[in-house]
């Protein structure tokens, strides 16, 4: 008998435009193809077209960068198809309106949440907080945050009643250093 291939999928949602949903979809993409050597395809459902461009300046013909597949201006009619498909590994781009994208998002193998607790930003995180406590099983979702220091991440989190993960700057989500391919071994 054959033994069958596991599928992952995976969801990643920002509080907002800007969080790093994009830089952090290419990165976790990269590492599952190259790191871990499942056939991997990137959904871009955020709505912006930001990997459509870039596949069409970078790619080539069959939409693929460094041996992962892009699948851009997918309708979601589409998702489940792409779903079924030879991949072992999706990464689903879904930009930064929750609501929006709230059902693919829960039909993910793992849910990650990126958003900013700078003091501008971070009544943005309370509001997407509160909302989804009041409604999701969010108790497995991963939460990550760009938090300058140990003592504001504390702080933060005691106020938020979160766990949160600090996201490291990586450098080039295309070429990827030890340090970046631990942190996203962390998140998946």
Known sequence: ????????????????????????????????????????????????????????KEGNHKQELLGVHYFTDVSIGKIAEIINSRYEAFVLDLGGDYDA???????????????????????????????IKASENYERWEFLVFIPNLMDKKSIQKRLGMRMLSIPWIENPFYLKKEDLIFLQKII
Request: proline letters at 1%.
């Open 1 to 56: 008998m054959r033994r069958m291939k596991e599928k992952i999928s995976i969801g990643i949602i920002g509080i907002g435009m800007g969080c790093g949903v994009t830089h952090l979809t290419i990165a976790l993409a990269n590492y599952l193809q190259s790191g871990t050597g499942k056939q991997t395809a990137v959904i871009e459902l955020s709505g912006r077209h930001e990997l459509k461009d870039m596949i069409q």
């Open 101 to 131: 994208a709230r059902e693919e998002f829960l039909r993910c193998d793992h849910k990650i949440v990126i958003g900013s607790v700078c003091p501008w930003k971070i009544t943005a995180y309370e509001h997407f907080l509160k909302n």
